[in-house]
């Protein structure tokens, strides 16, 4: 089985047949090591120059467009398809528009349709469906955890209660159960309220359990807001099946933080910091969204810090995954607190953030698709990804007006100026919610917004100031798009810490 190279014997010369043979072998070699409780794919490390690669991404956002720009850029690659992409990766990739990013089935079938060496699995619900196991049962190598190991994404409840049995350091929290609705939710609505009285009341955070799109969790400033947000998710369906079982914890008081490490099995490598503002509104107000914008690195993950979230919470989460028989591959996302006590956990996501994912690869100098390679297939080197640390990022994201909330009237409006900003020194604008064709007014439009998050414009500068001024100057400059809307204040917290640092000059960390 360990001669089988699954990645790496792809060739642009296999023929059907020969590939058809390596599937099947491949398939064995998977098959017979599950028979002995263990999954082995394994790439030619020796001939990784040589290796062509025929790479299929799976989603159609900002981050995928981000993964495909930066794996399109890579001397192993053969072939690129994104599915289902958007008008924006047409340069780099081809679409597969009728895959599904939420199906295991679809992105199955569009995997084996292509050929894929390796699949690169972008959006969360996927991994928690359990798309990477269906690929690897293919003998598929795939970068992404399985279904057991995304459920520290997929269950809050289940992450939390993991985070108490390895001592990885977190809230308080309480976790109530109202599954199956009708009395056995009402009783559990009323013991939640009952604990967060009973732990001294607001403010605190109410959590739905399952996944929420970024937003299920709801800081309560109230002891009325709190009831409000348990009645919502447990009593009134606000977020489906995802929020009838709850976590309600402690609110922490800090700087939060995203820290993303590749992790295979019990090890892990650091690839770096970001921040991101999740709130819709200025001075993070308002409800939560899936992102407003981010940046890169995070002035607040110093070197003691990263050095902390490595030792304390990174390598404990990879070893207690392996332990419990849950073992990780993929990138792990940390979204931690960093109050006067030390790091502490808010919540794991089991693949890139978006829109951190789009700050982190622009600063990234070294080629991505080994390293996603090796991860995926649990070479011996994972081959840390080099940032430039010269270089800052910034992305400030255009949103579709009334995002969250009901942005109808603004799908299928015009966006004009997007190669203009791009042509800007040091800019680059990522697609999430676009595609190509006529606008509502019926004039012909290269582009129109059909999402609630539409752009990212995205810009690199040797300081978060340089690269924020910018992002702002193609969003004022250069983007025409009435029907959106953004954030003027990205980034405040970086420039504090910034103007901190020239008032009060530190020597070390």
């Not at 015009?414 to 040091?426: F, L």
Request: hydrophobic share 45%; glycine share 12%; proline share 4%.
């Amino acid at each position: 089985c360990n001669a089988i190279a699954l990645a790496a014997t792809r060739s642009p010369s296999l023929g059907t047949t020969q590939t058809r043979a390596r599937r099947a072998r491949t398939h064995l070699c998977v098959k017979s090591h599950r028979a002995c409780g263990e999954v082995r794919m394994e790439a030619a490390a020796g001939k990784a120059g040589d290796t062509k690669l025929r790479v299929l991404v799976v989603g159609g956002g900002g981050r995928e467009h981000a993964l495909a720009r930066a794996i399109a850029r890579s001397p192993m690659l053969d072939a690129l398809w994104v599915a289902p992409g958007n008008v924006g990766m047409r340069d780099v990739a081809q679409l597969l528009p009728h895959v599904d990013a939420e199906s295991v089935d679809s992105i199955v079938s569009a995997a084996v349709e292509v050929n894929a060496d390796l699949v690169v699995i972008g959006p969360e619900v996927a991994l928690v469906r359990g798309a990477a196991d269906a690929l690897r049962e293919r003998g598929i190598a795939v970068f992404g955890p399985s279904a057991a190991a995304a459920e520290l994404e997929g269950s809050k409840t289940f992450t939390k209660d993991f985070m108490q049995r390895h001592n990885i350091p977190t809230a308080w929290y309480g976790k109530f159960d109202g599954r199956g609705g009708g009395r056995k939710a009402a009783d559990a609505a009323q013991a939640a309220k009952t604990f967060v009285r009973a732990r001294g009341g607001t403010p605190i955070v109410i959590k739905a359990d399952g996944l929420a799109a970024g937003k299920g969790v709801i800081i309560a400033k109230s002891l009325a807001e709190a009831d409000a947000a348990i009645d919502a998710m447990m009593l009134e369906n606000a977020f489906g099946e995802a929020g009838m079982r709850i976590v309600v914890e402690e609110c922490l008081v800090g700087e939060e933080a995203s820290f993303f490490a590749l992790v295979q099995g019990e090890r892990a490598v650091a690839l770096g910091s970001a921040q991101d503002h999740k709130a819709v509104g200025e001075g993070d107000t308002g409800p939560n969204t899936g992102g407003m914008g981010a940046y890169s690195p995070a002035p607040v993950v110093t070197e003691r810090v990263h050095r902390e979230l490595m030792e304390r919470v990174v390598l404990p989460t990879a070893r207690g995954m392996a332990k419990e028989g849950r073992a990780f591959s993929g990138v792990l996302f940390v979204g931690a607190m960093i109050t006067a006590a030390g790091v502490k956990v808010l919540e794991y996501n089991v693949r890139f953030g978006d829109p951190e994912c789009q700050v982190l690869l622009t600063r990234l100098r070294s080629d991505l698709l080994p390293t996603l390679l090796a991860v995926a297939t649990g070479a011996v080197d994972l081959g840390a990804p080099e940032l430039r640390d010269d270089v800052a990022a910034m992305v400030v994201v255009l949103a579709s007006r009334g995002y969250p909330g009901d942005y109808s009237a603004a799908k299928r409006s015009v966006i004009r100026g997007i190669d203009a900003a791009n042509a800007m020194p040091g800019v680059f604008v990522y697609h999430a919610g676009t595609a190509a064709g006529d606008s509502k007014d019926g004039n012909e439009a290269t582009v129109i917004a059909t999402g609630g998050r539409v752009l990212g414009v995205t810009a690199e500068g040797p300081s978060i100031a340089d690269a924020r001024h910018r992002s702002y100057a193609a969003i004022d400059h250069a983007i025409e798009w009435p029907e959106g809307f953004c954030r003027r204040d990205i980034g405040w917290r970086a420039l504090a810490h910034q103007h901190d640092a020239e008032v009060h000059p530190r020597t070390s960390h």
